[in-house]
């Protein structure tokens, strides 16, 4: 028997502590719990087994333009009394803000997810243990030259419930799994490192094989790589890299930051901002997507929003908040707890041709599969970015030596305008942007 | 917190199904947190966070649960789920003898910020506002944020130990944003110790927001940094990350006994340059990554890891020390009762060469002096590791010259190690920092004196 939806019980928690508001104050509570597993095989043993149970509320209040926010980890009555009474004391120390205030209901209609399977909560210890063991099993038959590092098995379910004065009352829950392997590849000089991962609603969804053959790969094709000379160069972005610089791009495109004088896209709003054949859209409510949602963190439903269309700045995505300074509607985008605004699930556009028909069109580039720091070299206010990789150098249209150790470096407003092809190969992975190779002229490459 | 007598019947429900080691962690966190942006005191918000992870050991497996229930029948029923979770079939009854271990203390708390009204938190941003502001006119934002905390904690394990302990942190961070005519640059410093509000009696905050907007001010008259390979020289305790980086990981026993390590098998042998010292330092008072025991109850250590170029040991937590039949080390840390610990740096540092730094800048021809270093990682398997640097300068013939806009530095941790050639006598610690692995985060410190490396490749856009 799969256990009912509870979530309505958080529902009725947040809707106690909203009705405790004093006239004048804006309340809104937060409440969610969660439970996960973690097994970690290792050399065909458990490692590890985790169970994990969580559960918390958060309440802000707003009166007279000031916020102030508490937490708990608890959901015992007498401590969210406590966190009620924080939260108003914190608001006084904050200071006037005229655009403070909580999401209002704007009509938008949810689009339904299917965001729960029974089947995964049915699914035995035993079952999650032997779906490790098999990744780990899988991925050493791989390659003679493979070691595993560790195999892990994971699941979480959670149930979260948000309600306002301002009349927003919204719950739901959440479950899924998800495999992973780290791996170490030696060729008797060096070592070289990889990892795979699937992910499903259920475990029947898990793509094991795929995820044992993409930890082979990762560290068997950097083995025997070298340092390449410095220069300018076209590259093309695997569908793992892309995803990762669109997370980056994604957060400049964000009316929080175009308000505080934080983007460098603030002034480009109609402008061309990328090439022509970009066109970027944060859509959670495409099922395909791993974060795909019905509602923001504000309670407000999730929705689809074009934010580059054919290379034209055309939308940042908003928070009630920012959305009522900048004088805009909202789109959708609110983090739980007032924090901001963000993207949900960005994808690009694909063009039509494969990787390998787009490698076969290049004299002379590199294939970037993967990057490192990217985070600590990226500067979303300035757009300098400069990361270190990874790749397959590009020869004469076929892929030739793999390279390490060397940085590939523009700014972001560059490469969005040298962006020269999109791939057809759209993935969709396990992060709030999806994959697309992507071809990319004159960036600089330092090695040697 | 929990009673010793709980303690003694919870470990003894988890050793029921037959593991031979059972532990009781358990903290309760309290903190509060300020965030000034956009010249406005945004929220002010105080957060409780309590619960205890039981963590069974039975011969290669863990198990291990956690509850935010902290009376007997949660602590029990978790504790069941962690001894279920390493069922090794056996089973047997085992009697528990909890001995209180005395009180260690390495860092003093002279003011408790939980007394401290919230106020006199409020009063530190908008110092560091009007301070930044004040540092230009071309400042044209400037966000800010005031934590601190205090966890208590308790730890008690099958083998008889009980420990508490009782850590407070305080921090501040300030990020400035200059705008000129090439666009915008930013700017960040921060201010961490285990220390209360009296931090603030020592350091003027001010200090703090200036150091913050003079780097994105520098910036705006910044030139593309090169591209290649060059001579890097790292300014006294903005580069202590890079050996957190690109060694210290590599350092770490569990990653030592997977092979995910470049350092594996290597102890006895010369790993770096002779004038290289290295030490991870849980002791070091007021420090960012000090703590007086670590999560598992040991107390923490003075640490020789590499001693003049010759790599002496590798750091420890229970579970890696019993397998290899040694003492533990004090790094084993968790991010919070909801963590498994692992093995983890504490304050990592070089230790003082003899130089004068002058001299270290005065002999390099061509290259670049690195004033701050941002976030970094590394792929312990093969060293090869990456930096952000956030403010650089060139150095051309021997002298300081233009600032470089951002870019990143990248090398190889074991060939950087042996590539240091001048190592200056003007040790200093670092920022603070949360050292990242596995998902969790921990406080850690790092500190280094100037020092150069022959050659590092930086990832600028200047050919």
């Known amino acids: 028997m799969s256990s009912p939806d509870r979530s309505a019980e958080l529902l009725v928690i947040a809707e106690r502590v909203v009705a405790m508001a004093a006239p004048g104050e804006q309340v809104e509570a937060y409440v969610s719990r969660g439970l996960s597993t973690e097994i970690r095989v290792y050399e065909g043993e458990v490692e590890h087994f985790v169970s994990a149970q969580s559960e918390s509320i958060g309440i802000r209040v707003i009166r007279d333009g000031r916020t102030g926010t508490s937490s708990c980890g608890t959901l015992d009555a007498s401590e969210i009394a406590e966190v009620l009474a924080e939260a108003r004391d914190n608001l006084g120390y904050g200071e006037p803000d005229e655009w403070a205030g909580l999401a209002e209901p704007d009509g938008f209609a949810v689009v339904p997810q299917s965001l729960w399977n029974d089947s995964l909560e049915l699914t035995t210890t035993q079952r999650k243990i032997e779906l490790a063991k098999l990744l780990e099993k899988l991925t050493l038959a791989g390659d003679s030259r493979i070691r595993v590092d560790d195999s892990n098995y994971s699941d979480a379910a959670g149930e979260a419930a948000v309600a306002t004065t301002t009349g927003i009352r919204v719950a739901g829950r959440e479950n899924g799994c998800y495999l992973s392997v780290g791996t170490l590849a030696d060729d008797g000089n060096e070592t070289q490192t990889g990892f795979g991962f699937a992910v499903g609603r259920n475990v029947d969804e898990l793509d094991i094989e795929r995820a044992a053959r993409e930890a082979v790969d990762r560290a068997t094709r950097l083995l025997g790589a070298t340092k390449p000379d410095s220069r300018r160069v076209t590259v093309v972005l695997d569908p793992f890299v892309t995803a990762q610089f669109l997370s980056i791009i994604g957060g400049t495109l964000n009316g929080e930051s175009v308000v505080k004088g934080r983007s460098l896209f603030a002034q480009r709003m109609g402008e061309t901002v990328a090439s022509s054949l970009l066109t970027l859209v944060d859509d959670p409510t495409n099922p395909l997507a791993y974060t795909a949602t019905d509602i923001d963190g504000e309670g407000l439903a999730a929705r689809r929003n074009v934010l580059i269309q054919d290379g034209v700045l055309s939308k940042f995505v908003q928070s009630s908040y920012s959305a009522r300074r900048m004088g805009l509607p909202t789109t959708g985008n609110g983090r739980r707890g007032g924090s901001g605004a963000g993207c949900l699930a960005l994808q690009i556009l694909p063009g039509t041709r494969s990787q390998a028909e787009i490698v076969a069109g290049i004299d002379d580039g590199i294939l970037i599969q993967q990057v490192q720091g990217l985070h600590s070299g990226v500067n979303s206010v300035s757009g300098d970015f400069s990361t270190g990789a990874a790749g397959l150098l590009i020869k004469n249209g076929t892929l030739g030596a793999p390279v390490r150790e060397f940085t590939i470096a523009s700014t972001l407003q560059r490469m969005l305008m040298d962006i020269a092809e999109v791939g057809g190969d759209l993935e969709w992975l396990p992060m709030s942007a999806t994959g697309v190779s992507l071809v990319i002229h004159d960036v600089t490459m330092s090695g040697a | ?463």
Request: proline share 3%; with cysteine.
């Open chain 2, 1 to 463: 917190m929990i009673d010793n007598d709980i303690l003694e019947r919870v470990l003894a429900e988890g050793l029921r199904t037959g593991a031979d080691f059972a532990e009781v962690f358990a903290s309760d966190w309290r903190g509060t947190g300020v965030g000034l942006d956009d010249g406005k005191i945004e929220q002010l918000s105080t957060g409780r966070n309590r619960g205890a992870g039981i963590r069974v050991i039975a011969g290669e497996t863990t198990g291990f649960a956690h509850t935010a229930d902290l009376s007997e029948a949660g602590l029990m029923a978790a504790a069941r789920v962690a001894a279920e979770a390493a069922r090794q079939g056996g089973g047997g009854i085992k009697v528990v003898a909890l001995t209180t271990q005395a009180a260690r203390i390495v860092s003093p708390i002279k003011i408790d910020p939980s007394t401290i009204g919230k106020a006199a938190k409020v009063d530190l941003l908008r110092r560091v506002d009007d301070a930044a502001r004040s540092a230009g006119g071309a400042i044209t934002q400037v966000s800010a944020g005031y934590s601190d905390g205090r966890t208590r904690i308790v730890i008690a394990n099958s083998d008889g130990l009980v420990a508490h302990d009782e850590r407070v942190r305080t921090l501040l961070r300030v990020s400035a944003v200059a705008n000129g005519d090439a666009g915008m640059q930013t700017g960040f410093d921060s201010l961490g110790h285990t220390m209360g509000f009296e931090l603030f009696d020592k350091v003027q905050v001010e200090d703090v927001a200036r150091a913050a907007a003079g780097r994105a001010l520098t910036k705006l008259k910044a030139r593309p940094a090169p591209s290649g390979s060059l001579p890097v020289v790292i300014k006294a305790g903005s580069g202590g990350v890079l050996f957190h980086e690109a060694c210290g990981h590599g350092l770490e026993a569990d990653l030592v006994a997977k092979g995910a390590s470049v350092y594996r098998g290597k102890v006895g042998e010369l790993v770096a340059s002779p004038l290289v010292t290295l030490v991870d330092d849980g002791t070091m008072t007021h420090e960012w990554g000090a703590i007086a025991i670590d999560d598992e109850g040991h107390p923490s250590q003075y640490n020789v890891l590499i001693e003049n170029g010759i790599l002496t040991d590798y750091m420890w937590d229970y579970l890696r020390a019993r397998k290899e039949g040694r003492p533990q080390s004090g790094n084993g840390r968790r991010q919070s009762y909801k963590d498994l610990p692992m093995v983890r740096m504490t304050n990592t540092y070089v230790l003082n060469g003899e130089e004068n730094p002058a001299d270290i800048i005065k002999d390099t021809a061509n290259g670049v002096y690195v004033a701050h270093l941002g976030g970094g990682s590394v792929n312990t398997a093969t060293g090869d590791f990456v930096f952000g640097m956030t403010e650089a300068y060139l150095i051309e013939n021997g002298e300081i010259t233009e600032p470089l806009r951002e870019g990143n530095l990248i090398g190889n941790g074991p060939q950087v190690l042996r590539d240091i050639d001048r190592l200056g006598n003007d040790f200093a610690m670092g920022n603070p920092g949360t050292c990242g692995k596995d998902g969790q985060g921990v406080p850690v410190g790092d500190g280094q004196p100037t020092l150069r490396v022959k050659s590092m490749t930086i990832g600028g856009t200047a050919s």
